[in-house]
């Protein structure tokens, strides 16, 4: 009995035969015990509008990213719901003449944003369409809100948004994705769309938006950097704070958000999955420009496989409890998807 107990290998005596690696041995075993899948059904693909027709111009600090006129737009958002991508969310690059200080031109019925979502609406109706409120991409400054005296003043903001949001519905807008974190804003746009009859049009909130570094290549695609003075942070929520992040997101849950949205991703899985678990909610995740753009660089520089590293990174939103990622990514992931 003791020769017995002798011949037994010391990492058996240690694991007492428990061995992890019996699941990882073959492909087909690993495949058997996989736990989380990305399917193209979690992409929603962020895009770039700008005026004119015929125009995709390359965004030098988001490479691979292109700011569409809505005739290529229209062409894209066919590609994409070819590829299965439920959703895109528009972005507005508008001119410089048309920014002012209150960002007035996110209220006109036919602004850049409006005239994406009829045009890709009546050519693609099966894509869904996520328009975003804030005023940044509208505003002289560069500020989600209104500025007054050097600060965002919220209330006025929050009028503003409410027409806009209006606006955009009526141009066909299924989601109203409201990134200005401004306090109120949810149950206010609800009321608003709901006295209009969009009762059907849903609300993703940004209910957690981080005061972040990785939004710069973002500020350059809608020619926003230059224009911003100081940051965002009496708006947006400061990235030491999760409790606070929950908080801001219980909100928005009370006023009625039908999701919620975690921005940036990758830095605030932790928040991901805290909203999973605290809320019954579909939880997103928005993997932002300085995200992507890191990615790309290094893998353009040849320092890691982008591929796998773009795989592995949106796979570990759904391990962290996310329904869906908004991601620059989106056609990328979807094709090779579909070639799996
Ligand atoms: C602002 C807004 C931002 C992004 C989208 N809308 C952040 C900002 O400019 O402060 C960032 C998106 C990205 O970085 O990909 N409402």
Request: proline share 5%.
């Amino acid at each position: 009995m003791n020769s017995n107990e002798d011949k037994t290998h010391i990492v058996d005596r240690i694991t007492g035969h428990r061995r992890m690696r019996r699941i990882r041995k073959t492909d087909w075993q690993r495949r058997m015990v996989r736990e989380n899948q990305l399917s193209v059904d979690d992409l929603i693909w962020p895009v770039f509008v700008v005026p004119g027709t015929n125009i995709s111009e390359p965004i030098p600090a988001m490479p691979g990213v292109e700011r569409m006129s809505v005739d290529r737009l229209v062409e894209a958002a066919r590609m994409a719901a070819d590829l299965g991508i439920p959703a895109l969310a528009t972005f507005p690059n508008i001119e410089m003449e048309k920014r002012d200080q209150t960002g007035s031109e996110i209220l006109n019925p036919d602004n850049l944003i409006n005239q994406a979502t009829r045009a890709v609406k009546k050519a693609v109706p099966e894509i869904g369409m996520i328009t975003d409120v804030a005023l940044d991409p509208f505003t002289s400054h560069g500020h989600d809100g209104i500025l007054r005296d050097g600060i965002i003043v919220n209330d006025e903001t929050v009028e503003h948004v409410v027409k806009a949001a209006i606006a955009q519905a009526e141009a066909g807008s299924d989601i109203i994705a409201p990134s200005e974190m401004m306090d109120g804003r949810i149950g206010a746009i609800r009321q608003g769309l709901d006295a209009h009859g969009f009762q059907d049009v849903g609300i993703m909130s940004y209910a957690t938006k981080f005061s972040s570094g990785y939004y710069g290549p973002y500020r350059e695609a809608i020619s926003t950097g230059g224009l911003l003075k100081g940051d965002k942070a009496t708006y947006y929520v400061d990235p030491a704070n999760g409790t606070e992040a929950l908080r801001d997101a219980a909100l928005d849950v009370e006023e009625g958000a039908d999701m919620l949205m975690v921005k940036p991703g990758l830095p605030y899985l932790d928040i991901c999955w805290r909203l999973k678990e605290a809320f019954s909610l579909p939880v997103f995740a928005y993997q932002v420009s300085g995200e992507y753009s890191m990615l790309k660089v290094a893998a353009e520089r040849g320092l890691i496989d982008g591929d796998r590293v773009m795989m592995e990174t949106l796979l570990a939103f759904k391990r962290a409890g996310c329904d869906g990622i908004l991601t620059y990514f989106a056609v990328d992931a979807a094709k090779k998807l579909a070639k799996a």
